[in-house]
């Protein structure tokens, strides 16, 4: 499966190099255009591209937003997304502080999956941060859990399998309004590794 990653910040490079080391090929979409990722698609090799967002999401199967959560709306026209996996792994953030933005009860996926009424969103690899990401997979002892929520149940599991290959155990919290809000900036889940035996026993309770 091509993964389209949309964002190549610290978090979207660290995830495109653990998906080619996992057998994946990505296709990476970044905000100074294709042209400035020639450095990174020269380190991963052969199953790494460019593209611009639109070109990017169009030669995807699967697509993962990794950009700020301000830039989600209108970044991609909408019909190249149409029945496709949409991970979104954004945060929503207030200004400079850093604090979980208001966003009135709504959860943030809840708003992507509005601006992109033809996805199947899967909130996802939103709670970790990318020095773990990138060292967690491949360590030893027990897989850290990645979270998977979303209202279609294939589509999670499309995810859940990418998640286990990362090396990480696929822990689902349910459907994309409160399993997303379990994972997002201020809920319980975000930016705390946990093993999958101890998600699963938070979850149960």
Known sequence: ???????????????????????HEVVLAGARGPHALGPLVAELGPAA????????????????LMVPFDSVRGLLPPHVVQDKVLVDA?????????APA?????????????????????????????????VAGTASGERLAHYTAGDDGKSKEIVAGIITDLGFAPVDT???????????PGGPLFNRPLTEAQALAWISH
């Open 102 to 134: 208001n966003l009135g009860g709504r959860g943030s996926s809840d708003l992507v999956a509005e601006w992109y009424p033809g996805a199947q969103v899967v909130k996802s690899l939103n709670t970790m941060h990318f020095e773990t990401l990138a």
């Open 49 to 64: 591209s460019a593209a611009h967002p639109a070109k990017a999401a169009g030669q995807a199967e699967l697509l993962v």
């Open 174 to 184: 349910g459907p994309l309004h409160s399993g997303g809000i379990l994972q997002q």
């Open 1 to 23: 499966m091509r993964t389209g990653i949309i964002g190549t910040g610290r978090i979207g490079t660290v995830l495109a190099r653990i998906l080619v080391a996992a057998g």
């Open 90 to 98: 954004t945060n929503a953030f207030t200004g400079t502080a850093g």
